[in-house]
């Protein structure tokens, strides 16, 4: 769905797919491929392909859809990068890495949204 990036808090924070320019939410089915990573550091893009790799072939062996619980559930991306992920066991990851410019500000939005304050 198509949205203003001023309305993608609220579609982070329910985890709703949408697109907002450049911005976007996205489930991440069993079956999908595993998750652009270029630009997060090799720790977090390795955790996340792996995960969603394992997950697919657990899936497929039989284990359950939700077998790999580290697996992103939903990405939340900038200009195809992802700058946080909500895992199947629902923890949040905001990579710490330091954007600039218009990324930065999706990735406070996508952290304002996801983390709540304790």
Not at 62 to 90: E, F, H, K, M, N
Request: proline content about 8%; charged content about 20%.
């Amino acid at each position: 769905m198509r949205i203003k990036t001023a309305d993608a808090a609220g579609f982070i924070a329910n985890l709703v797919p949408f697109k907002a320019g450049n911005l976007r939410g996205e489930a991440v089915a069993v079956l999908s491929a595993p998750p652009t990573t270029s630009g997060l550091p090799a720790e977090y893009a390795a955790r996340l392909r792996e995960a969603q790799i394992e997950r697919t072939q657990r899936y497929l062996a039989g284990a359950g859809r939700d077998a790999v619980q580290d697996a992103p559930r939903y990405i939340v991306s900038s200009y195809g990068l992802p700058v946080a992920w909500v895992t199947l066991a629902g923890e949040v990851v905001v990579p710490p890495v330091t954007h600039t410019g218009t990324i930065a500000r999706h990735q406070r939005i996508a952290r304002a949204a996801l983390v709540p304050i304790p």
